[in-house]
């Protein structure tokens, strides 16, 4: 039988294991390369708990001041790069501990008192957790902010809108992009939902059953700015359904943000032709020096499979997991960690695009006015003037569409004549709906296109993002 030795066993947990782990089993286990991105929260959480014990009478104030200063000192070292990172002992939770041991000997040992590294970890994660949703809110309200103040500007620039990608009908630039803000203000709700919802302390569940200490986890659990404890120990330490919906609102907008990508890639395409990127937001081609390519919108637009496949690996990962704690729940962070990383980027990065984007309204406008987009518009002049059934005015546009088709121009370019030919109580004031500008300015009914409706909402947004400022 191998030697019980000092250096083989975990000096955490190691009292009645006689040998180290197999290497494999150390680099399966260890999970401080992912999880050493917690210690300002399991830091914060420590120093909570520990004086919590204090005042519960479980130890000494002596000991919770020394664990305290301990820790502060540790914050220190890993702030500077300082700190040895061991995979020996596995986490951040041991990897800290046993740094305190260092520094203040025996107290370090009565900070795991009443606690478990499974309602630790726990505790950490939902404060990771909560501080991302108010990351990916404020990186959506910036986003939003840019989107409006682009909107605004662009309230009357007329574009091509387009179902099927087929042109259908003229809409405005500011309209288009103010339906992206809709989206994101949605998203932002669902971060600040999910963060109300995690808001619950772990801290005290201890290994899964609770504690026979007396400990006072409403103390914990409002210093580390919880709004309660949780209810029950297992549901405590096993429960990642607060990731889940994270991870579920990070899905959701990413694939927000990919669909404004994809639009961006569209349009700084030479085929359309709607918007330009500067230098700032383009790249070049090492063999064709005529490209400038959207690299950064292409790259949000992929990192949407990043995003959403850590929500699918979470989800798996606690899919049939029996109660309480088990390994499988360590897999948790690299994912959530990845996710939200991709995600920061993807909102700083397409806030900069459309801080960046020129557009060509011209271009726009001439797209627009192609394709019989205002067709729709002759339609319902007939409903309107002639008092026509709609079905009766859809097949009477269908046919002067028909005859534009032929003479290769557009609906306001075709003689009066040439549409009496088809409906002869048309007069000339059909003219006065059929070019792009009445088109868009017609649409004044709530949420639609008109200018008007667009700078007053792109002013709504405004005033509402500034004050949230
Ligand atoms: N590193 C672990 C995790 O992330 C901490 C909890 C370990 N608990 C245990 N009972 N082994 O889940």
Redesign the pocket.
Known sequence: MPDKTETSENQMWGGRFLQGPAEIMEAINA?IDT?KRLWREDIAGSKAHAAMLADAKIISGDDAAAIVDGLDRIAGEIERGEFNFSHAL????MNIEARLKELIGEPAGRLHTAR???D??ATD?RLWCRRACEVATDGLKTLMFSLAQKADAHADAVMPGFTHLQTAQPVTFGHHLLAYVEMFSRDAARFEDARTRMNECPLGAA?LAGTPFPINREQTAKALGFDRPCANSLDAVSSRDFAMELLSAASITAVHLSRLAEEMVLWTSPQFGFASLTDAFSTGSSIMPQKRNPDAAELVRAKTGRINGSLIALLSVMKALPLA?A?D??E??AVTFEAIDALALGLAATTGMIDDVKINREAMKEAAARGFSTATDLADWLVRELVMPFRDAHHVTGKIVAVAEKQRVRLDELSLSDMQSVEPKITKDIYSVLSVDASVASRRAYGGTAPENVKRESQRWIAALNREK
């Open positions: 999970s999880d596995e986490d951040i939770h478990s590294r499974n630790q970890v994660f290994a704690y390994k729940l360590q948790d962070k």
